[in-house]
């Protein structure tokens, strides 16, 4: 039988890497795309080429940018992937505040020079696609849970380019006939997040903190509610995605959410740290067992505009596509502590 060819767009970074993993085990051909840069930047993916089950299974990489209509096109041209996932991204919602026409580039438009290819290649080959959307589209909404049929409320340059890729996969869907589905995902970490995101700089502070090789940890709005999965479990839901029968619109997520504060507690108490907040507004704090102050909140860390209660609801992907997740906050919190401590020897 002959092996499924994937292309992944983004494959350095969390999800490519768990991703590419899932993919290969399931006999895959993998390709990715990375961007040529100064210094190595696939730490994430190194230990698939070290693992000896993975050695006669394939990964083959090409230097692209989603930037780049010619090397877009050239890749998929050279490839003929069955499925092309697309996690490219610049996916930090406050740089995207920094460098807004940079992020409706490759999240927004380089979504679309995707497209554009796989329309044009429709007569030669019918390539699947997989668009990586965020909750971060729902923004504002009042709604208490987001689901396929809410509407979006984007707050930020990210959630905007965001918003114009899934539109513009819905508008190839359904003006020409392209298998192009969205996967609207609610926060996913894992212990190869990166070290800007929330989830990963509150779990590597407080570990170094525990450890006495930091003494403060500074965050902003801690009483934004987000709804907190595991990566793992959700490239799952991606691949479930493409090999729906037909193409669709999918929310992924937990169905749970909770504060920052609350994750900061779990993690505090999964560390073995005892703290106590005292104060309210800018000048909440949180105190060790000691007395000494470990948290701060600092205005630097809140968003131009703040996004502060998004809750999935993945009935849809639960009924459809057979999906849920596996794996509870807890457990995605001590993976994510595990490997912090394991970088120190313990």
Known sequence: MKKKIALIFGITGQDGAYLSKLLLKKKYIVHGVIRRSSSFNTSRIDNIYQDPLMKKRTLILHYGDMIDSLSVSSIINKILPDEIYNLAAQSHVAVSFEVPEYTGNVDGLGTLRILDVIKSLRNKKKIKFYQAGTSEMYGGTQKKAQNEKTNFEPQS????????????????????????????????????????????????????????????????????????????????????ILNNKFP????????????????????????????????????????????????????RYFRPLEVDNLRGNFNKAKKVLKWRPKKNIKTLIKEMIDYELEKYGY
């Open 157 to 240: 340059p990210y959630a905007a380019a965001k918003l114009y890729a899934h539109w513009i996969t819905k508008i190839y869907r359904d003006a020409y006939g392209v298998f192009a589905s969205n996967g609207i995902l609610f926060n996913h970490e894992s212990p190869l997040r990166g070290e800007t995101f929330v989830t990963k700089k509150i779990i590597k502070a407080l570990t170094k903190i525990k450890l006495k090789k930091q003494k403060k940890l500074y965050l902003g709005n801690i009483y934004s509610k987000r709804d907190w999965g595991h990566a793992e479990d959700y490239v799952e839901a991606m691949w479930k």
């Open 248 to 299: 669709d619109d999918f929310v992924i997520a937990t169905n749970n959410k909770m504060t920052i504060k609350h994750f900061v507690n779990l993690v505090a108490k999964e560390l073995n740290i005892s703290i106590k907040w005292k104060g309210r507004g800018i000048n909440e704090k949180a105190f060790d067992q000691k007395g000494n102050c470990i948290i701060e909140i600092n205005k």
